[in-house]
């Protein structure tokens, strides 16, 4: 079985510069892209994109994903095309629109998401595309701005847009506005049907098809040829991820009793010992659901179930073990 399209999907569970060795292994071994999560409080998604454009030479990076609300717009703007400037179409800017309870703790009031989503994106775009812009929305507030370079290439910069939509009104959204969908992990496959629907929605509202639309998809992935060690690590993941992400516990179908049972041990930040005691509650069937976990031949066979139900490029999250022998797994080259 051989999966054409595959991409790394990097978070903060490995030494920073090792992440520029697995990067540059992946772009040997034929994988389109890497994204770089910037999810919890741990690790931002830009310094390292910018590392990893520095090593490779042809490998595309993506922010997976950045949210919409803590960089105005401007520095936003600014900091894509600094990246294009190292990387020259190869950067995608994935964004997303953040989560609660952590939003809040942080002092953002996420009112109205979707209306911050569009306008952040409307604007974006039109300073990527080098236009002079004013924009007087509800959160989006510019006047007579735009990407001041006097040193360098004043063209229009090749940065797609892609969001990361978990939600059905999200989802529209990004059909509507978007140049992808990110679609969200610790999903079942079937998840993507309704999700491919709300899309639909959204790009016969501007006019476009399934097909101008791309929609790489995150996916937790545990390889080891001790399948239970693989699945173990899954395990301790997805206590960690039900507890403080409600809305992919939500878009996963998983038990609310269980969720709240997890978070009652859980604190924020989880600790190691608190996860050891909770990832019981987080059952076999759960894992092999919403994870490709197992041998590399399971793996392989769960995740074409995504591309099968319409993510057209598997963003692969190597969860504990050795992240060449994921690599490896899914090479195409």
């Keep these: 079985m051989t999966i054409e399209r595959v991409a790394l999907y990097l978070q903060d569970a490995h030494d920073l510069r090792d992440g520029l060795d697995f ?16 999810s919890r409080l741990v690790r931002d998604a830009i310094v390292p994109m910018a590392a990893y454009a520095a090593v490779t030479e042809e490998i595309k990076v993506g922010s997976g994903v950045i949210n919409n609300w803590t960089r105005n717009i401007g520095l936003l703007a600014a900091t894509f095309l600094t990246l294009d400037d190292l990387a020259p179409n190869r950067i995608i800017c994935g964004i997303g629109a953040w989560w609660d309870p952590l939003a809040k703790n942080v002092g953002i009031l996420r009112k109205s998401p979707m209306t911050a989503m569009e306008e952040t994106v409307t604007v974006l775009r039109r300073l990527l595309n080098m236009e002079r812009v004013s924009f007087d929305g509800e959160y989006v507030h510019v006047s007579g701005i735009e990407l001041d370079v006097v040193h360098g290439r004043r063209e229009p910069r090749n940065v797609p847009i892609m969001i990361g939509a978990t939600g059905p ?29 709300e899309l639909k929605k959204g790009l016969k509202a501007s006019g476009r098809t399934l097909d101008d639309l791309d929609r790489p998809q995150l996916v937790v992935c545990s390889v080891d040829e001790d399948r239970e060690k693989a699945i173990d690590t899954s395990r301790e993941l997805l206590t960690q991820y039900l507890a403080q992400q409600p809305h992919i516990a939500k878009a996963s ?5 269980i969720v709240h049972e997890i978070q009652s041990i859980l604190g924020w930040p989880a600790t190691h010992e608190q996860i050891q005691q909770a990832k019981h509650l987080v059952p076999d069937e759960l894992i092999h659901r919403i994870t490709a976990s197992g041998t ?5 066979v769960k995740v074409q179930e995504y591309i099968n139900n ?24």
């Design 296 to 300: 590399p031949d399971e793996a392989r």
């Design 23 to 38: 990067v540059k292994y992946a772009e040997e071994r034929g994988f389109e892209a890497v994204w770089q999560a910037e």
């Design 169 to 197: 009104k999200m989802m529209e959204l990004t059909g509507k506005i978007a140049d992808g969908a990110v679609l969200n992990y610790c999903v079942p496959p079937e998840y993507n049907e309704q999700a491919i629907d």
């Design 310 to 333: 319409g993510a057209t490029c598997p963003i692969l999250y190597p969860v504990g073990g050795n992240v060449k022998v994921l690599i490896d797994t899914f090479a195409t080259k």
């Design 253 to 257: 179908g998983v038990s609310m009793d």
